[in-house]
């Protein structure tokens, strides 16, 4: 516990050293807009490809599961579209993110402490959390949900591809259990998941990079040990916020 404290306070601590004003605007939103592309444009192919199959997979054990005559096959879609926007894009995606952003800020970061390129930063008087670490934080929390976004649209397309190529449902079907019972407070939930998420994957892996202590080998423990804690907070904190929001 007394750990979990330290690596607490040490974490507000960063956060709050970067919360300054900039003293270039210019450049800091150069690497805010680095940052977008890294987080958000780079990411967009594994997001597309793994949100694909999930819809489709989704829909093919869903049909599996209902074999009743008397459930509607509308049903299908219904539960493809509850499960992507509540679980499936949100939570999945973001463990991915986690492993794929996160191992990235994580080394980045780490190799620039490492070898002394922070150092000169700061010798230069320039703020390096804000920074380095400010720019990651803003352009996840703007990008991931975006990301998530086209994630849920991908995956319930294609729910509809696997549908039709496999005579599970036709398209009205489909359409209209895509329609029927829709609560738009489950978007809501699923943009608030994705915003929490979003933090996590950005301030966890930035500060075991900004902290690493030692040479390569380092940077890829605290690589490793900063995508393991994302992924297990990123997991408490779905529980969590389904207990709250549901």
Excluded at 147 to 175: E, R
Aim: net charge positive.
């Amino acid at each position: 516990m007394k750990i979990f404290f330290w690596h607490l306070g040490r974490i507000v601590l960063m956060v709050k050293g970067g919360l300054r004003r900039p003293e270039n605007a210019r450049v800091y939103w150069i690497e805010f807009m680095a940052q977008c592309n890294d987080i958000g444009i780079r990411s967009l192919p594994i997001v597309l490809i793994i949100s694909m199959f999930l819809g489709m997979v989704l829909t093919i054990q869903t049909s599996y599961q209902l074999i009743s005559s008397w459930i509607p096959k509308s049903v299908i879609a219904s539960i493809v579209r509850d499960s992507t926007i509540l679980e499936l894009s949100p939570t999945v995606i973001c463990v991915v993110l986690a492993g794929v952003v996160g191992s990235k800020i994580a080394s980045e970061l780490g190799n620039m402490r490492v070898s002394e390129q922070i150092d000169a930063l700061e010798i230069m008087g320039i703020n390096t959390r804000t920074y380095l670490v400010i720019p990651k934080i803003v352009a996840a929390m703007i990008m991931i949900p975006a990301l998530i976004i086209v994630s849920i649209a991908v995956s319930i397309w294609g729910g509809y591809i696997a549908g039709m190529f496999s005579n599970i449902l036709n398209k009205q079907q489909f359409l209209q259990g895509l329609t029927m019972g829709f609560l738009p407070y489950n978007l809501f939930f699923a943009m608030v998941k994705a915003f929490v998420f979003s933090l996590i994957i950005s301030i966890i892996p930035s500060y075991y990079g900004y902290y690493v202590e030692g040479g390569a080998l380092e940077i890829g423990r605290a690589s490793t040990t900063s995508v393991i804690v994302s992924c297990v907070l990123i997991l408490c904190a779905d529980y969590g916020l389904s207990i709250l929001l549901l």
